[in-house]
Nanobody, 118 residues
Framework: VQLVESGGRLVQAGGSLRLSCAASGGTFSSYVMGWFRQAPGKEREFVAAIAWSTSGTTYADSVKGRFTISRDNAENTVYLQMNSLKPEDTALYYC????????????WGQGTQVSVSS
């Protein structure tokens, strides 16, 4: 399984970004896809996840109401729409995948940098 993120850049507070995660090399109907982030000096944290087959979603409390995770079956791509961005959203954002029914994310992308200026 290969995951390639894109879409990160510098944006002003209050702005929006859409991150993309292009997935290949697997049968993704059996996967849960997640977005995580890691800010400098902090541990990596969960942001959002979506079950590929059911489109069921979960979000971290810190992003609920601002971020939306979705997927495009035809393109094998997962998106993270981020609105009302805050400086504290600045981080390296990672896409990850795990088999449905397991808790560990086994596959990770290289990350895409999101920087939010105040």
């Amino acid at each position: 399984v290969q995951l390639v993120e894109s879409g990160g850049r510098l944006v002003q507070a209050g702005g929006s970004l859409r991150l993309s995660c292009a997935a290949s090399g697997g049968t993704f109907s059996s996967y849960v896809m997640g977005w995580f982030r890691q800010a400098p000096g902090k541990e990596r944290e969960f942001v959002a996840a979506i079950a590929w087959s059911t489109s069921g979603t979960t979000y971290a409390d810190s992003v609920k109401g601002r971020f939306t995770i979705s997927r495009d079956n035809a393109e094998n791509t997962v998106y993270l729409q981020m609105n009302s961005l805050k400086p504290e959203d600045t981080a390296l954002y990672y896409c990850a995948a795990r088999y449905r029914g397991t808790l560990r994310y086994d596959f990770w992308g290289q990350g895409t940098q999101v920087s939010v200026s105040s």
